[in-house]
């Protein structure tokens, strides 16, 4: 049905349109959920303000049938998830604290007032000292580091944590701004409540199996597809938990200044960085015999580009090295997702999905997000010549999108849309996104990865699973556009070629089918979770100092909002508004869940104030669904239509 199609008299209005960082957001379109404002059935017509919906999604049975698993094979299967999800024991993780604004905390370098207090500055001759407020957390404390006077370029920045450092050479970069407390779990902990660094490989590699790591876990790691160590859950993680958060031991912006930088690094993170992957040993190993590990070679293998604002204001692509999560091993369909926030430093994983003891914690090394800026080292467009250290020059893809790249043809308004080049995705589809053969020929041609991750090991003989899988990821990538709340035209515009309705205009409108939008998001929600892309949005809220890589600005605010916890939230809402009480508990649950896996528990101690007002909102509909502003409003719209 197209959006058009509505009766302006039962249709909510959306007074405000409200942000993920605002209020729960609704997934449809511009409009946003009612929250405390009461409606007149009478008129069907909601009172102002709005709100929209935050999630977590809900699981479809069908998808984890469709999960194409080389560890089938596999005494132990380590990430099927979905089966084994509802054994796990939830763990309370305790979530490192976060920046109190997701929108603001992106590159600011907001000056900080000076400590009135005097603390004993340790081991500097010159330094200056800078107290700041950690975030928001109720146990916000002042805290005190030291910047050394930059030695030659190099500044270090000290945390609140003794062991904690790093070196920044960033030419024009200001540390004043950088916000030093304290992290939880902490950093520089090898081996956290949540995860192991151990070698992967399993039996096929020679390597013993794992069959007892840290009881109760009995682990037998996967299919010796991957070569080197790699991190593993070592207990239950729900979906959307703090797995692991880090700061850089080091930030450059041209890996050619790492080799400098190493010999400054303490003793032990140096130790670290230096037992960290060099590809271009693999790849000098082939081409000309052996070389040696170098510090260029290790921060390109391991670095995740991150952005920096300098003391201008302007935006710097840096290469920061996080010597833990540069243990992950990449997946098109990623355990974990990694984020990163320039106000503190830090880089946060977050669980993708629930995982189990023994699970493969991996991040995705190619963008998922137009706006992301925190995956390692590639570019959100498909390859540029990037990597000067290696000296190699990818080949550029013909058009530079995914559009182009479709090797497939289909009837489909999807397929004509994403064939037509006028498409919004055009420039700015995540590589993620991209079909199969354009995320492993970016893999290869930027890492030396033959990619045999679970979404990309798919045998030849299922060219079908293949073309599937691609179709799949195309279609979610036109779905983030078109749903993204935002009021941009060009989202408003596909949204309208999709007949895709807006929430209000499905909700007034009972002549709209019902399934135009409850089956679209269950679709949509099956497909992220097949392709292994559940969270994939997340990366937004939290990741900020984005976008210079994306030409169209506007884009970026449409993708921000993608995202999985969307269609729960829509979902949510849409049994709400049809006054079914088990299903509009059931989605709610599901949102309220994860955004309280987000949150650390939802104690307020360290998360997202915006999450922990989500989660308030989802209880008080949980304890009493009727509270949920716009309950029952399609049922009422029907009885209003009939009357007429
Ligand atoms: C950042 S390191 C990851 C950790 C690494 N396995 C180790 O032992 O330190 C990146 C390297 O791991 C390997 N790797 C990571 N993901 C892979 C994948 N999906 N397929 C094949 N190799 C992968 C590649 O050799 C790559 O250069």
Redesign the pocket.
Known sequence: MPATTQSPSNTPRSSKRHTLTGLITSPVSTSSMPHTHKRSPSTGTPAQSRQTLPSKGAKSGASSDMKRKSETEQEVPLSNHKRRASQAQIPTTPSHSRRKDASSASTSSRPVPASPKKKPIRDHEQSSRVQVVYFSSPNSQSTSFSLREPKGKIERIRFKNPEEECLVHVPGFSAAGVRPGSLKPSPYVPHNENILVLP?GGPASGQTPYSSIDEPLSIVVSSG??????VFARRPIRQGTVILVERPAMIVEDVADAEEVFTKLKKDVKDLAES??D?SV?RGACAKGVIAKSPKGIVA??AFEVELEDAKGETRKCKALFPHT??????CGPSAIATFDPASLTLTLHANRDLHPGDEITVS?LPISSSSASM?FVPSSPPMPMSPLLGFIPNSPSGGSCISDSTTTSNSTISSLLSSSSSESSSNTPAIYLPRHSRRRILHQV???????EQCDIPWTEADGVHKSDRARRELFLHNLALSGSDLSSAAKLRNKLGIPTFEEWCGNPSIATDALIGLHKRLLEMREKEGLELAGLANPFVSGVSSSVENQDLVEVVKEEGWLKHVDVLGMCYGALGKEKEFRRWVKEARDVRRAMCGGGSGETGLREQIEHVKVLDTWLDEPRAFPLWGWRVQSRKNLKAR
């Open positions: 992967v597809v991957l070569s080197g160590l790699g960290l992957m590809f693999l293998t391991n540069a243990r992950c091993n990449h997946s090394y390692p890492y030396s990865i033959e990619c045999r991750c």
